[in-house]
Each structure stands twice: as structure tokens, then as C-alpha cells.
């Protein structure tokens, strides 16, 4: 892997230099900006995108960023979904990774992935786990083109029910067993870092290794249900430097790079995670969410991130390129640099999306920075944040078992 | 637009950076946020 | 970055498990099996991993359609196709060869 670095450039709102590293073998093709100004500028596709087929939900977790529980009567029809798909394939989008809420409980969930797979669009799938029955695993063993990713929040049944709910835990091992009796091959498991699970990473990757299976650990953001639960799951400070050193720790490990708001802990030491620093929204991805919203990505569900419809004339195609939302952030420096401290080369100012929801404003520190400029901030603006967009939250109590 | 000063820097040592001149780059599909 | 040397006087042709989608610097191309994602930074470089197949060398392939055709360009776009190579994005072909 080759990671490139932009060289010196001035964002037009702090008209400060922003000095990156150069490495030895810097790639220099005539006349074509480095790739990560390519890519900030935005692509003519997405090179992938997420697409939450439903809102409905047999699980209500904590944290959830799509607010899911209940099914909006304006989803996508069939048809609809298809002709998504097949805007998709035009495209050249490679791969979808659909979503939701359960994205099993669809009915036509084997419709969309089967038509998705035939256009030569691979699917990645975020699922409980709860429908993937033996006859399930069966059908995604024979798949090709398809990756599976099993969502679970916590080691033990104890820590995970706490946050997914009563079962879920179980039921999310009994999926990845029937895929590994029904040899699908290597699936992932992903888990979303919280106060109460960082403890048991290590433990987590031995159970990945066990069943051959990929682990992905990803940040927490305060977005949909997760504005409320923010306060009680995020990382102290002390165990951001935790992770931080367990994720150098494990290069094998994904993370999507959702953690690069953490990068200043390394300055010190010279060390950064891998990745580019890059959040792709409405640049390289976005998401497309039931009812056919356009967002810059899964966790800016809110009017100020929508793009447009793919019910809109044009479809998705124009939404992408033609959306006043994405042109602006394609746009240098659209989001503004935070000016807190010297560290923004290595943290990028961290996530738009984080920021937004705990009322910081997007050129501001990322609430959870490392060095804690947000802190108070975030105490200040506690209570009076926005909320998501869409709320299809069920009225039901944590500790329920899981209902269809 | 930003100034971007590789191309000026690069004019003196153009040969050798153009020896390297890499038409391939390869990015982790990890390594980009809403990428996964 | 190649451990083994590319073999430019073979013949060779784009993988059939990548998606190649032409953006305005040139390409990008996804590997489906192994998920890696390779920028091709230049259109001709994008021409050149299309034509591989139409001629009996990646030498010649070279010849036919990299302009300007001088040592350091042939050098460069040698060295593209064995990074494309190690990426799995470009592979041998195989024996049996369709004209056109």
C-alpha cells in the first residue's frame, strides 16, 4: 500500500500553511494532483456507497445511527430498489454496503443482493445475524461477490445485551456459527468501540481468529440514537490512548479509518494510524437511506447533509454529481480547519459528523479530541443538541427479547 | 487556487523525478473514511 | 515493489476480477477478490491496460500506443504494468487468444 501526502497547501480560512510529510517515494505523475486531493474533490462515482434498505428493525440499540425500529411507508418499492441497483451497475459503483436497520427482514432482501451480485456490483451486508439461519448461510456460501458483516458490541452476552438488547448476542454467534458450518469463508465482525467493550479487544480478536473471520472495530459517533447514549458509551480519554496503541498494535485489524481524530496522540512518538486521514462523505461515498434520501454518509442522517432524492429527476447519477451539498464539499477546505492547536495535520480536525451532533461547529475541535479542546464545549452544549432527521425509533424497552 | 510547490521544486531535479514518476498508486480500501 | 521482475516481452491482458471506471485522471480499478484499489494516474496508461490484450507482448503494446515513445516513457509505463501486475489488476493471458 502506498499512502501519499498532499504537498504544503493553504486553506483558504486560516490561510495557515498546512505542512505534510513528505516520504521518499512521493508519486509525481505529471501534472495530476496527489491522490488525496483527487479524492477530496470527489470522484465521478463513489467507489462504494452504504444504502440502509429498511428502517425496520427487530433489535432497538442504544446507539443506533439510523434511529431504526420501524419500517417508513414510503420505502423504496421492489422496483425501485432494482432500478437503484441498476443506476449503481451504470455507474461503475464496485460495491454497496447495504444496510439499515435489518436489511434481512426486507422480503426482497435475496432480490436486491442476487440482482445486485449479476451486474457485477459485489455487496457487503451489516446484519444482527438474527435471519441468518443455516438454509440463510447456505445461500451466501454459494454467492460469489458477497461479504457479510456480523455486528456485535461486546464479547460477552452481558456487555453486548446491554447495548443491543436482550438476545442479540446470541443470536449474532448463532449466525456467525451456521456461516462457518456452511464454509462461507472469511465474513467480519464488526464491533463499535465503547467505554464498556475496550477491555475486551483482545478477547474479541481471539474469537475472530477462531472462526477465520476478519474483526473491524469502528468508532462510536453521537449520531441518530447515538446522541442520546453518547455521553454514557464514549471513550475517556485515557482509554482513546488505549485504543489508539491497541489499533498500531493490530495492522490487521480494520477500522475504516474512523479513527484518525485520534492521530495528535502520536505526535510525540512519530507514529499515526494507517490510513489518509480522509473522511470520503459525499466525496468518494455517501449514503442512501430507505425512502431514497441521499446524506453524505450514514452518520449525518439530517436535512443539512441531504443531497437530494434518487426518486428525484436524474436519479442517484445527478444527485451525485449535481447536488449543491456535495459540490460545496468537494470544494477545498469546505468544512474549515480547526485552529485549536497544532495538531490538525495529524487529526484533520477529525468527523463532521461527530462535531455536528454535540454542537460543535464543523471547523471547531472534534469532540472527542485527543488533547481535549472539545471538552467543554461538549459539556456546555449538552442537552440542546441537534437530532437526526429521521426518527423510526420503536417504543420499546431495552431488555425485550428481539420481535419481528 | 493553492499554490502547490512540487512542480517548482521539482523543475531541478526533473530527470530523476520523472524516472520515478509512479502512473500507479495503490490506496488501502481501509484507509479512507466511509470506505469499509 | 515487485519482488519478481515483470516480463514485458509476454503476453498480457486485464484481470477479469477487477471493475476499471475511467475518472477524469485516468482510472481506478477494484480488485473483487482481494479488495485492493489501484489508481491508474494517466488515461494512456487506462488505453494501455486495454490494449494489452489486442497485441503479443506488453512490449509491443507499449509501442503501439504510449506516446511519446522515448526510453523514460516506455521505462515508466513498464514499470506501471508490473505495479499493475503485483496488484492483480493485469495478469498473463491466457493461451487462447481472440483477435479484435
Redesign the interface.
Known amino acids: 500500500m502506498t499512502v501519499t501526502h498532499s504537498p504544503i497547501t493553504h486553506s483558504p480560512i486560516t490561510q495557515t500553511p498546512i505542512t505534510l510529510s513528505r516520504k521518499g517515494s512521493t508519486p509525481k505523475a505529471k501534472g495530476v494532483p496527489p491522490l488525496v486531493e483527487q479524492l477530496k474533490g470527489g470522484l465521478d462515482a463513489p467507489i462504494c456507497l452504504t444504502w440502509e434498505l429498511t428502517y425496520a428493525c427487530n433489535l432497538a440499540c442504544v446507539h443506533c445511527l439510523s434511529s431504526s425500529g420501524r419500517r417508513d411507508p414510503k420505502e423504496l418499492t421492489t422496483a425501485e430498489a432494482l432500478s437503484v441497483v441498476d443506476q449503481l451497475a451504470a455507474l461503475q459503483v464496485f460495491y454497496i454496503n447495504i444496510g439499515g436497520g435489518e436489511p434481512m427482514i426486507r422480503k426482497d432482501f435475496f432480490d436486491i443482493v442476487d440482482h445486485a451480485v449479476s451486474r457485477n456490483v459485489g455487496v457487503k451486508f451489516s446484519t444482527n445475524g438474527y435471519y441468518i439461519d443455516q438454509a440463510a448461510a447456505e445461500r451466501f456460501a454459494a454467492m460469489d461477490l458477497l461479504d457479510i458483516q456480523i455486528s456485535l458490541d461486546g464479547f460477552d452476552a452481558e456487555t453486548n445485551d446491554a447495548v443491543r438488547g436482550q438476545g442479540s448476542w446470541e443470536a449474532a454467534r448463532r449466525a456467525m456459527d451456521n456461516l462457518a458450518a456452511a464454509n462461507f469463508g472469511e465474513f467480519k465482525i464488526s464491533i463499535v468501540a465503547t467505554r464498556h467493550n475496550v477491555d475486551q479487544l483482545d478477547d474479541y480478536k481471539l474469537m475472530a481468529d477462531d472462526y477465520g473471520a476478519q474483526l473491524r472495530v469502528t468508532r462510536l459517533r453521537p449520531s441518530g440514537r447515538g446522541v442520546d447514549s453518547y455521553q454514557d458509551l464514549r471513550l475517556t480519554h485515557p482509554q482513546q490512548q488505549q485504543i489508539f496503541r491497541w489499533i498500531l498494535d493490530h495492522p490487521d485489524v480494520l477500522t475504516g479509518d474512523s479513527f484518525f481524530h485520534l492521530n495528535a496522540l502520536g505526535t510525540d512518538s512519530g507514529e499515526a494510524l494507517p490510513g489518509l486521514n480522509l473522511c470520503g462523505a459525499g466525496r468518494i461515498v455517501c449514503l442512501i437511506d430507505p425512502i431514497g434520501d441521499v446524506y453524505a454518509c450514514p452518520f449525518v442522517i439530517h436535512d443539512n447533509f441531504m443531497a437530494g432524492n434518487v426518486r428525484d429527476q436524474g436519479g442517484f447519477a445527478n444527485v451525485w454529481r449535481e447536488s449543491d451539498l456535495f459540490q460545496e464539499l468537494r470544494e477545498p477546505g469546505s468544512a474549515g480547519a480547526c485552529a485549536s492547536c497544532g495538531s490538525y495535520d495529524a487529526c484533520g480536525g477529525g468527523c463532521m459528523a461527530a462535531k455536528f451532533f454535540t454542537g460543535i461547529p464543523l471547523d471547531g475541535p472534534d469532540p472527542d479530541c485527543a488533547l481535549g479542546h472539545a471538552d467543554e464545549a461538549v459539556a456546555a452544549a449538552a442537552g440542546s443538541v441537534p437530532h437526526s432527521s429521521q426518527d423510526h425509533s420503536r417504543p420499546v424497552r431495552l431488555g425485550a427479547k428481539p420481535t419481528l | 487556487?493553492?499554490?502547490?510547490?512540487?512542480p517548482e521544486v521539482?523543475d531541478a531535479v526533473d530527470d530523476t523525478?520523472?524516472?520515478?514518476?509512479?502512473?500507479?498508486?495503490?490506496?488501502?480500501?481501509?484507509?479512507?473514511?466511509?470506505?469499509? | 515493489m515487485t519482488a519478481v521482475a515483470f516480463d514485458s516481452t509476454a503476453k498480457w491482458e486485464r484481470s477479469a476480477k477487477i471493475g476499471l471506471r475511467p475518472e477524469p485522471f485516468g482510472a481506478l480499478a477494484y480488485h473483487f477478490d482481494t479488495r485492493r484499489l489501484v489508481f491508474l494516474k494517466s488515461p494512456t496508461l487506462v488505453d494501455l491496460v486495454d490494449g494489452l490484450t489486442k497485441h503479443d507482448s506488453a512490449d509491443a503494446a507499449i509501442e503501439a500506443i504510449v506516446e511519446p515513445a522515448d526510453d523514460r516513457s516506455r521505462q515508466a509505463h513498464v514499470t506501471a504494468l508490473a505495479s499493475l501486475a503485483e496488484a492483480g489488476v493485469i495478469e498473463p493471458a491466457t493461451k487462447i487468444a481472440f483477435v479484435g
Not at chain 2, 487556487?1 to 512540487?6: A, L, R, S, V
Not at chain 2, 523525478?17 to 469499509?36: A, T, W
Request: aromatic share 4%; net charge negative; proline share 4%.
Open positions: 487556487m493553492e499554490p502547490k510547490t512540487d521539482s523525478l520523472v524516472e520515478e514518476e509512479l502512473l500507479v498508486e495503490e490506496i488501502s480500501i481501509d484507509g479512507m473514511c466511509g470506505v469499509y
